[in-house]
């Protein structure tokens, strides 16, 4: 689009009190949000430079000035980086033995999603250090999800390889379809809001992670979310849990208390070989902020409703739990390493939780 073809968006852009001006703007706002995200994701996408163009155009028409790049790191840094990261027998401890990716883009994407699964004391050591080796630009243009209440990275930004990172941010609204999919929600509704920032951050860590897996219900096997039938799926499932959730809160207590397990169960059905156990890892965070809204909604109804974490000993909770995933893990044999799904008792029907729990063999 040239200057000249620009020109009516501007003049729409610059009307006050328009309906007509503030749709443009908010429909614009989305579509660059929408190949910010693409672009993250396929940083090797052949569009790659004609986006550059396209990106400029919204960011003029939106006031959004690119901002100034930094000077380029050197290579061996970033090697040197990742080779001691991935020899840290600390590390190793929380992520197993990983692929180490080709790509240096998707490299970079792999080593920060792998410090979600850290305590986090360990990941803040490893995040320091990759921002001296990758200095972020002056004004940051990372991807920007919805905060609960505290703002982080979960991607540092690699200008010069085309990472423009991932943040956090507070007041940020959700990705379009998870927007979307909550639409009907209650402006009131304080848990739905919180389920859609975790959605989003689930989600999108989801697509960026290569060692992320997909336990699905009923499937007896997690499914690799790189490839993208899984991920396909497991964004479906997420969406469609959500989309059910406004609709359940309108029916009343008891279904607003059912669907919330159902979108727990989604949130934490993104796992990994080892689990990301440590209570506190990135991840361990999330699950556990997911399982509090199930937990506050639950005391609302008082003793027609009981919802519990089947945790520890997997012996004295597998009357609870079905269709569990035994992993090997010599650290910790016979115990719960993962919730993937909540028991929930409500006015006397019971759901039974599901599990990861180590085997010794």
């Known amino acids: ?23 443009l703007h908010d429909g614009l706002r989305l579509l660059s949000r929408a190949l910010d995200q693409t672009a993250l994701l396929h940083p090797g996408d052949p569009g790659g430079e004609a986006f550059t163009g396209v990106r400029a155009v919204l960011d003029d028409l939106l006031g959004e000035p690119e901002p100034p790049r930094p000077a380029a790191p050197r290579h061996d840094e970033v090697g040197t980086l990742l080779d001691a990261f991935y020899a840290d027998r600390a590390v190793r401890e929380h992520v197993g033995d990983v692929r180490r990716q080709d790509d240096p883009a998707r490299q970079w994407i792999a080593f920060n999603c792998a410090l979600l699964r850290l305590p986090r004391k360990l990941a803040e050591i490893w995040r320091g250090r990759a921002a001296r080796a990758v200095p972020a630009p002056a004004a940051s243009d990372a991807v920007a999800l919805p905060a609960l209440d505290s703002e982080e990275d979960l991607v540092l930004p690699w200008p010069e390889r085309g990472v423009r990172g991932v943040r956090t941010v507070l007041g940020t609204d959700a990705p379009p379809e998870v927007a979307q999919a909550l639409g009907a929600l209650p402006a009131d509704d304080a848990t739905g809001y919180a389920f859609a920032a975790l959605a989003s951050q689930a989600l999108t860590v989801a697509g960026l992670d290569p060692e992320a897996l997909y336990f699905e219900s009923l499937t007896p096997r997690p499914r690799p979310l790189a490839e993208a039938s899984a991920l396909a799926d497991y964004t479906r499932e997420l969406l469609t849990r959500l989309t059910a959730y406004p609709a359940a809160v309108r029916e009343g207590p008891d279904r607003a208390l059912e669907a919330a397990v159902a979108v727990d169960e989604a949130v934490c059905s993104v796992a990994y070989l080892p689990p990301a156990a440590d209570p506190a890892s990135w991840w361990s965070a999330l699950a556990a902020r997911s399982h509090d809204l199930v937990f506050s909604l639950a005391g609302g109804l008082g003793g027609r409703a009981r919802v519990r974490e089947p945790a520890r000993r ?47 063999r």
């Open 314 to 360: 997997f012996r004295d909770v597998r009357d609870l739990t079905e269709d569990d995933v035994p992993v090997l893990s010599r650290t910790h044999p016979g115990r719960v390493i993962w919730c993937l799904r909540l028991y929930a008792e409500i006015d006397g029907t019971a759901r039974r939780g599901r599990v990861i729990y180590g085997v010794d």
């Open 1 to 23: 689009m040239s200057g000249g073809e620009a020109e009516p968006f501007r003049r729409l852009l610059a009307v006050a009190d328009s309906e007509l001006a503030s749709t």
